[in-house]
């Protein structure tokens, strides 16, 4: 696959620098069971990469001392990782908002049949992949059949209360299945809403839209297609300097699958860690010499008692896709 990274490491991206950590998103593995078109972490039934419950213990203790509001849990299909169920229960234990980044089909899958019971019964917020209410478009990015896999876990999802009861929050994702940015979340969401509700009788709460990104299986294939260069053009052209205040790297802190620790998931997938100089006395010379640490990458349980706010974050020109039109997070648009 061809590689985007040389290309974006050279930028013209405003300087951002970090306000206190809010959210830790964590990626618990890249074992997925589908291997969508538009995946930036190259996800897959082949891959073996799963976090191991040593770096899950460590991130809860992240979260213990740094008083941690939200998790945020993705992969892969997160709850393929083994530790999935007992991570869930920890954080909702301590009273933490937690995110699963579910592509839907999961719910289905032999070994799975009580996931979706599990999720309800600990008020896990869902937020599924559906990037169109077309059978056609979601099958050509995902895989023949997955329309209909995802149409019924939904009505699952809605049966169990997500999407109707307050406590149950279920929110879709749309990705572009082209080289465009997104059409405006609010109206496209209330497109989504009249579909999915007059064809397939099914309620969810809000829609998330996001930019596609230049990196990984995207990424390549705008390389071999020759629409590297336009892609970059049409981010720069519509960047607004208004989401710079509201980029999630701001408050979010993304954990890779062996607990090492990036300003973003989209940096994660880049190998673009978190760049965090570390000063401490050197004994051999006076008390007060300082040196700084050249440490390529920090693991989370290192970064404990340190505080990040303030600090620069690690930018790059797949920058533009979060600030370009009405904004792309996680959370979807920002304006």
Not at 128 to 143: F, I, M, T
Not at 272 to 289: C, G, I, R
Not at 307 to 333: K, P
């Amino acid at each position: 696959m061809l590689d985007t990274k040389p290309l974006l490491l050279n930028t013209d991206f405003p300087a951002i620098f970090r306000k206190s950590i809010q959210t830790l998103q964590v990626n618990l593995g890249y074992l997925c069971n589908l291997s969508c078109t538009h995946c930036h972490v190259n996800a897959g039934p082949k891959r073996t990469e799963l976090m191991d419950k040593q770096t899950i213990d460590d991130i809860l203790s992240y979260m213990d001392k740094n008083h941690i509001k939200s998790l945020d849990l993705t992969g892969g299909a997160p709850e393929m990782n083994p530790h999935f169920r007992y991570l869930v229960k920890e954080a909702r234990q301590r009273g933490i908002y937690v995110i699963d980044r579910c592509n839907l089909t999961i719910l289905l899958e032999p070994g799975y049949e009580d996931l979706a019971e599990f999720l309800a019964q600990h008020k896990v917020s869902i937020t599924a992949s559906l990037p169109c209410y077309s059978e056609q478009n979601v099958n050509e990015q995902r895989g023949k059949g997955v329309f209909q896999e995802s149409v019924d876990a939904l009505q699952k999802l809605n049966a169990l209360g997500y999407g109707t009861d307050q406590a149950l929050e279920l929110n879709l994702v749309y990705n572009p299945n082209g080289t465009f940015l997104p059409p405006n979340q609010c109206q496209l969401e209330q497109e989504y809403k009249r579909k999915l509700k007059a064809e397939y009788d099914i309620e969810f709460n809000q829609l998330l839209t996001i930019t596609n990104m230049p990196i990984s299986r995207f990424g390549g294939m705008l390389l071999s297609k020759g629409l590297y260069e336009d892609y970059m053009q049409l981010l720069k052209d519509n960047f607004s300097h208004a989401n710079l205040d509201n980029v999630m790297c701001k408050t979010l802190l993304s954990i890779d699958w062996q607990g090492y620790v990036y300003d973003c998931d989209f940096n994660q997938m880049l190998e673009m860690p978190l760049e965090y100089k570390e000063q401490y006395k050197n004994q051999s010379q006076s008390k007060d010499a300082l040196i700084v640490s050249d440490k390529k990458r920090w693991h989370i349980s290192e970064l404990l008692e340190v505080e990040l706010q303030n600090a620069n974050i690690v930018i790059g020109e797949h920058c533009y896709g979060c600030t370009a039109g009405q904004g792309s997070s996680c959370g979807g648009a920002l304006d």
